[in-house]
């Protein structure tokens, strides 16, 4: 065997090839460096830089998801769904993960979601971004449209959206979510916590089209919301709502509230405001409609006070139903009391029935302001409700020490003081449960709460009786009647006070009763504002709607007559309109 | 001194057993791998909706692969000596003919395929074997004339250039280099003069810089390659999801099925990146005993080369000694730009990638080498080839 060396350089000495062993050598070992720096390379990045890269895998593959508890539902005191939640579908794209798309597939999926295709655009844009939302909340049949397009980086997450069967009937009450799932107004806001309930959490590793590959952490579970079992009546909501906006609609008035009581247990059992908004459709935005007027609003309540001061003196002995007044107008200081149709004289019980200022101020007169003030103050003026609601407000009652004389007067027949409605309903508990003043309750109770002994069982008993008087004939609210029930109540016309003076043209027309009135179980109280059909008075433009509600309420909470056969209703129009002052 | 060696390397078995372990043993790994690398895509493509797609075409192209080997091992090395300009011929051919729109199909902006009924050949495959056959031809027959640079260098460089320029207008810069590597390898095994061959490398270098800067598209890879992180969803995308798989893999690996990558992250998980899915599933130890087979056989084909000089059988010592530098640049090619060392080619892993005008010439080509072996033994044992 022939044998060449590298140094053979002699043309004519290479009939054969020079395949020397050096240069098979030193391909070879190019070829083994070449692959030696392979290893180096696996090394440096499967040893040395694994913790960089599995953290740059990491942020591409690990996901955390929030797993939604579901929220609590709203329901009447019947387990009748007030707001519930369903599954809606929200449609979100990573641009980071997408590739480039067929123009034709980017118009079909704006036209989809009904995005302008440079709304889309805007959208998409950003390629680092991993999550923008394209359009939440549409419906599960839209969404499978959108992804049966097949653009990848786009995918669909469930959600929950909010419904309201009641819809506009207690829209301020149950209030509504926002597009986050969070409660914004009414109990949906006050009850967040309860109704939220906990989200879960779990670690995944996802492919790159969406799919969970495995779970990298221990699943933290979701915890539900509680349901939230309301002392409302859906029936006598809906049926109150009705009532207070035909009374609206009638009387061309601007607003009105309403608020039904248990007048035994202080629950709750309908509250509702006109104007009004679908919380459904959460388009309407005008602060006007999504006021809960009977618990935020306050106002002058006029004649409707009138059985406070009466009750108080009732209950200090210092009166009887059958003293009679000297009912004259008269003078303190430089203002005068009057009647607008005076009398010379009238017993407490015609007081109030004609609703007389005169004797309601002279009654209130013999108490000193200190304790005038604190019976107002027991019966929970000028204090909050506290019954839950988002915004309650306590109304304004000043302390004593500032009253005028006149004030005082003023005081017992509901100028000079503020209230809301749910207020004024709730202190009318005294004289439905015998004297003791209920807290409201939002709530169903089993069990009544505790109440606040005010006044004696037997004034109680004396103020349902003059009350009564109220609706008979010769009465200011004979419009409040229900057939079959006896009803006791107290009318009311305010002037609306506006900027510092109180307008001839501008009133709040009232209406708060109870029945059946020998043993109490429902409390209505009706505020028509701004009626601006002629009538003003309270007994004719809240009574009807009082009356309405009061009967449909009583039939359905099943409460036995109390007057089957001697109480005829007065034919509507040979009531003769008894109009009081205030 | 040949009668000594004869009983020194007395052969056992008619041919080279340990290299068609390695072999059977890649294209093992193979399906396996390609199975594993391919079936989230095979299962999410509407077109294909069938997890076993690329399995079941893996087998049918290791199949045909199989058959040509066998058909290729019947043919002599004189036969391929002999038609050595022919087959290089018809590898220009149909490079020519890949070019012309209608023969030729874009796939990804490159124009790689000519469209064979179930196959789609890739003619750029069968230049890599023509070459080897070609130059080891060329280097046995000018062999006293390697020195020269008119008479001995020109002719091949000639037919390179041809080569080059039509690799280029697919384009596929891989398998240029991949070409490239192959003869010079042979020229300089062949004993070329050192000087044109120092020349010739200078050139070659500034070439690929002036092919590189002058092309945008050739830019963009090597920029993204450079430092995959600058843009990671844009032009270092596929990089950085591979250089991932790696990390993942650490020293054992994830295990078979558990890369994440392969699930549509990382694109061309079962071609030209099946390395890092492998990576990815077995770790650093699985790519040692992947990159060990390689070396085994880039061994073996030397060695068989070396055995083939000894019996002066100089054509059939270049033809293997080619397939070696063949196989062995086209992984290191093919790994290094798995792991972010090379810009991205579009080169696969011999013998473990989905594909099957490369899986059907890497066969080809290991039959060649194979029969190069039995020849040597028949030789030695006294028979005739």
Known sequence: ?582 | MIGNSARRYAPITPFDEALGWAIALLLSISLVMVYSASIAYAEADAATQNRYFYLIRHMIFMGIGLTGAYAVFQFPTAFWQKYAGKVFIIGVVLLVLVLIPGIGRVVNGARRWIGLFVINLQPSEVMKLATVLYVADYTVRKSHKLHSLKEGFAPVFGAMVVVAFLLLREPDFGALMVVMSIAMGLLFLGGINMRIFTGLAAMAVVAVATLIITSPYRLKRVLGFLDPWDDPYGKGYQLSHSLIAFGRGEWFGVGLGGSVEKLFYLPEAHTDFIMAVIAEEFGFAGLLVVLGLYAWIVRRAFHIGVESKKLERYYQALVAQGIGIWLGIQTFFNIGVNMGLLPTKGLTLPLMSFGGSAMLLNMAALAILLRVDWENRRIMRGYKV
Do not use: C
């Open chain 1, 1 to 582: 065997m022939r044998v060449y060396s590298m140094n053979t350089r002699s043309p004519k000495a290479s009939p054969a090839l020079r395949m020397t062993p050096g240069r098979v050598r030193l391909v070879l070992l190019a070829l083994a460096l070449l692959f030696l720096a392979l290893i180096g390379r696996a090394l440096y990045l499967q040893v040395a830089q694994q913790d960089f890269l599995q953290n740059q895998g990491e942020a591409r593959f690990r996901r955390a998801l929030v797993l939604e508890a579901n929220r609590g539902v709203i329901t009447d005191r019947n387990g009748e769904p007030l707001a519930i939640s369903s599954p809606v579908q929200t449609i979100w794209a990573s641009p980071a993960s997408m590739e480039p798309v067929p123009p034709a597939k980017l118009r079909e999926l704006a036209r989809l979601l009904e995005l302008g295709p440079a709304e889309l655009d805007a959208k998409l844009s950003d390629r680092k971004r991993e999550f923008v939302y394209l359009k939440r909340q549409i419906s599960p049949e839209l969404a499978d449209k959108v992804m049966a397009l097949g653009i990848p980086g786009i995918a669909k997450q469930q959600e929950f959206r909010r419904f309201y069967p009641a819809g506009e009937s207690m829209a301020q009450l149950i209030g509504f979510t926002g597009v986050d799932g969070r409660g914004q107004e009414g109990l949906e806001l006050a009850r967040e916590k309860m109704l939220a309930g906990k989200n879960g959490r779990r670690v995944v590793l996802k492919d790159r089209r969406g799919h969970i590959i495995e779970d990298v952490a221990a699943i933290e579970y979701p915890k539900d919301g509680q349901t939230l079992n309301l002392a409302i009546d859906q029936r006598i909501q809906y049926l109150a709502y009705r009532e207070l906006a035909a009374a609206v609609e009638v009387n061309k008035a601007k607003a009105g509230s309403i608020v039904v009581l248990d007048g035994k247990s202080g629950e709750l059992l309908a509250l509702a405001n006109v104007p009004s908004f679908n919380p459904n459709s959460r388009k309407e935005l005008d602060p006007e409609r999504r006021r809960n007027r009977a618990v935020i609003d306050m106002f002058e309540p006029g004649s409707t006070m009138k059985p406070f001061p009466i009750a108080m003196a009732l209950n200090a002995g210092k009166v009887n139903p059958n003293m009679v007044f000297d009912t004259n107008p008269y003078s303190i200081g430089p203002a005068r009391v009057r009647d607008s149709h005076p009398k010379p004289a009238m017993t407490l019980t015609e007081v109030i029935q004609k609703s007389s200022n005169v004797g309601a101020s002279k009654v209130a007169l013999l108490f000193s302001p200190e304790q005038m003030w604190t019976f107002y103050d027991e019966v929970g003026f000028g204090r909050s409700v506290h019954a839950g609601f988002p915004g309650e407000i306590a109304g304004r009652l000043r302390h004593w020490q500032s009253w005028r004389p006149i004030e005082q007067a003023t005081m017992s027949f509901g100028y000079g003081v503020s209230v809301s409605l749910l207020q004024l309903a709730r202190a009318y508990t005294i004289f439905t449960n015998n004297g003791s003043l209920l807290p409201v309750s939002l709530t169903r109770l089993s069990s009544p709460l505790p109440a606040k002994p005010i006044i004696s069982p037997d004034a109680a008993r004396q103020m349902r009786e003059m009350l009564m008087t109220v609706t008979q004939a010769g009465g200011t609210g004979t419009r409040a009647q229900v057939l079959g029930y006896n009803v006791g109540g107290k009318s009311g016309t305010a002037r609306k006070l506006v900027n510092g003076g109180y307008q001839a043209d501008k009133h709040r027309g009232l209406f708060i009763g109870f029945a059946p009135a020998t043993n109490p179980r429902l409390i209505v109280a009706v505020m028509i504002d701004e009626p601006g059909a002629g009538s003003y008075y309270g007994g004719s433009v809240a009574g009807p709607a009082f009356s309405n509600t009061m009967a449909g309420a009583l039939r359905i909470m099943g409460v036995e007559p109390d007057a089957p056969s001697n109480n005829s209703l007065l034919p509507v129009n040979q009531v003769p309109e008894i109009r009081e002052d205030t």
